[in-house]
């Protein structure tokens, strides 16, 4: 059983590029969130989906863009990367609204520069 | 709007040694109360949880905590630390009728042989 995988684990951006990162899981989980890390400001929510076609916005939305096609993909786009960009990008998912709490992806470490 | 705070950057304790760190949140209605632990490059994993019922709450590797409605306290707690667990902690909130989980800062937690 994968869980949740992100792809890539790593990442340099120049400025102004575009990119998408990667978030599947397998445990048939509806409910599915993008968060950023960054040092010493804990999880910020980005983007979030309860079901395949419904996203909504988090936190932290602007710059970045998701779709929900089925309901193991839920990938994040970054469009213009910007420098405060720079962060380490988390995926999860929950059954419904994670009462037993959230399943992680092992992140992906994203540089823009 | 919900919130968590760890006053805590940093916990240093000997091996053998009590551990705790620290947490209080503001949240409207009933709190759901989660501890995440995370290990370096590693994405985060799901430790406890509190919904209702017994205020003390057990959770995996010997990890406990009890959570205090009158003093909006949910404090990590292990009798006998190892320095296995020497990681970053994490304490979120969300409340009872939403799904959006809302995080701290972390604690780095350092455990000394």
């Known amino acids: 059983n994968a869980g949740v995988t992100q792809t890539p684990k790593f990442r340099i951006l120049k400025i102004g590029q575009s990119m998408t990162l990667q978030c599947t899981q397998d445990?048939?989980?509806?409910?599915m969130y993008w968060y950023r890390q960054d040092p010493g400001m804990g999880l910020k929510l980005i983007y979030y989906s309860v079901g395949a076609g419904i996203t909504d916005k988090g936190e932290v939305p602007n710059g970045y863009n998701v779709s929900r096609s089925t309901t193991e993909d839920f990938p994040l786009r970054l469009e213009l990367a910007a420098p405060s960009q720079t962060s380490v990008y988390f995926c999860?998912?929950?059954?419904?609204?994670?009462?037993?709490?959230?399943?992680f992806g092992s992140g992906t470490r994203l540089t823009v520069v | 709007a919900q919130s968590v705070a760890q006053p805590e950057d940093q916990v240093n304790v000997a091996e053998g040694n009590p551990l705790t760190v620290k947490c209080t949140y503001s949240v409207s209605g009933n709190p759901y109360l989660f501890w995440y632990v995370q290990y370096p490059n590693r994405g985060l994993q799901f430790l406890l949880k509190y919904i209702t019922g017994d205020n003390l709450v057990k959770g995996s590797y010997g990890f406990e905590a009890e959570f205090n409605k009158s003093q909006t306290s949910f404090h990590l707690k292990k009798p006998s630390a190892l320095v296995s667990d020497s990681a970053l902690y994490f304490c979120?909130?969300?409340?009872?009728?939403?799904?959006?989980?809302?995080f701290g800062a972390g604690t780095t937690v350092t455990v000394r042989a």
């Open positions: 999860a998912s929950s059954l419904n609204r994670g009462d037993y709490g959230y399943t």
């Open positions: 979120a909130v969300r409340p009872s009728n939403d799904y959006k989980l809302s």
């Open positions: 445990m048939n989980h509806n409910y």
